[in-house]
């Protein structure tokens, strides 16, 4: 996967179990700000997170629409879509 020029929604999964949505133009970057602690307030305080979903797009425009559809799901909706994604 090249994460250079490139767009992504993503979902977490964080140490309690609740999932986070978000986009980025660096996947790897991202995880590992997540990890550290330094990309939300969020994440923060629910350390350590797992990338359980990706996709990735051609424009920010695109990923920016995606994570506000993951955002509006259900967590029902959510999980399957991990599954989905964990099967390809």
Same mark, same amino acid.
Request: glycine share 2%; aromatic share 10%; net charge positive.
């Given at each position: 996967?090249?994460?250079?020029?490139? =767009?992504? /929604?993503?979902i977490l999964q964080c140490a309690d179990g609740t999932?986070?949505?978000?986009?980025?133009? =660096?996947?790897?970057?991202?995880?590992?700000?997540?990890?550290?602690?330094?990309?939300?307030?969020?994440?923060?305080?629910?350390?350590?997170?797992?990338?359980?979903?990706?996709?990735?797009? $051609?424009?920010?425009?695109?990923?920016?629409?995606?994570?506000?559809?993951?955002?509006?799901?259900?967590? /029902? $909706?959510?999980?399957?879509?991990?599954?989905?994604?964990?099967?390809?």
């Open positions: 996967m090249t994460e250079t020029k490139q =767009n992504y /929604a993503y999932l986070y949505a978000g986009w980025t133009v =660096n996947m790897r970057q991202r995880l590992r700000a997540h990890n550290a602690g330094t990309a939300s307030k969020y994440t923060r305080a629910r350390l350590p997170v797992a990338l359980v979903y990706c996709q990735r797009f $051609e424009t920010k425009q695109q990923a920016m629409r995606r994570e506000c559809e993951i955002k509006k799901m259900t967590r /029902a $909706e959510k999980l399957a879509l991990i599954r989905r994604f964990a099967v390809q």
